[in-house]
């Protein structure tokens, strides 16, 4: 998905994102990762009810941290 994003140069637009009772595991959220890279104004991210643990919930907050950093930069 990143590549795909990146190679249209698409950046998407999103301020709210509910992916609440979707079974998500640690595994589903690299590709939940892929698409916050292409996301620079989410404000709010509901994940509640899916199967993220720990590892996961590090790989989403490390993301969402980095993506705030880079629109302080840009």
Known sequence: MKKLFRLTGLVVTLKYLNISRNKITDSGVRYLQNFLMCTRELVTLLAHWNLIRAPGAILIA?????????????
């Not at 490390?62 to 840009?74: D, G, I, V, Y």
């Open 62 to 74: 490390k993301q969402l941290k980095l993506n705030r950093s880079e629109e302080h930069t840009s």
